[in-house]
């Protein structure tokens, strides 16, 4: 199937006759198919710790179950995305079908992309937030900080920002993840010992 030859696209497009698998995400933005680029690295690493965090307490304290890509979100027929990472709530098992997930997510988040951060700041941002996804989180590898969003209406407000030594908390779980091991910071309160110096054999 052709992209060009589309001028709205829907899930069934998708599922019946899929781009081909190359790596990339695909989605689907008010019928308009959006491409990224397979993700770097440094974004599967911060993914992988920031999933690691939070399942740590979500899934632990039985809040809800925590996933990353890809996991297709059909929020219509033509509004379909893959969130980074994603949470549903342990009250939203009627939104799993045997292809994704059907309705809204109680809180997504997204790696922010250097070549593309006005996607996941901008037009995501706006997209949760006419979805009714509750909370969002924009992290970011660059510059190593995490913003909070909250859905308030149909907008978004920001309900925190985090940078290292932060602790990041979350307006829909009672949960707390320290900014410095999503990006793998080492404390900056920490000293090391000095090593001892060996004595050098006195030359005779």
Do not use: C
């Not at 997204?110 to 996804?133: C, I």
């Amino acid at each position: 199937m052709d992209p060009q030859e589309h001028t709205v696209w829907t899930y069934e497009d998708l599922v019946t006759v899929p781009p081909v698998r190359d790596g990339k995400k695909y989605e689907i933005l008010h019928g308009e198919l959006v491409v990224s680029p397979a993700p770097t690295f440094d974004h599967q690493e911060v993914l992988k710790r920031l999933f690691q965090a939070m399942a740590a307490q979500i899934e632990k304290r039985r809040l809800g179950t925590v996933h990353f890509t890809p996991i297709d979100v059909v929020l219509s027929k033509t509004r379909v995305v893959q969130p980074d990472l994603l949470v549903i709530g342990a009250n939203q098992r009627n939104i799993i079908t045997k292809r994704g997930l059907v309705g809204a997510p109680a809180l997504v988040a997204e790696v922010v992309s250097r070549a593309n951060a006005s996607h996941d700041r901008v037009r995501k941002r706006r997209f949760y937030a006419l979805a009714g996804v509750p909370e969002y989180w924009l992290v970011d590898p660059d510059s190593q900080e995490v913003e909070v969003l909250s859905l308030d209406g149909s907008l978004y407000r920001s309900a925190g920002w985090y940078a290292s030594g932060d602790a990041i908390e979350s307006p829909g779980f009672d949960i707390k993840i320290r900014v410095d091991d999503v990006f793998a910071i080492k404390s900056k309160t920490t000293t090391r010992k000095p090593r001892a110096r060996k004595p050098r054999a006195r030359r005779r």
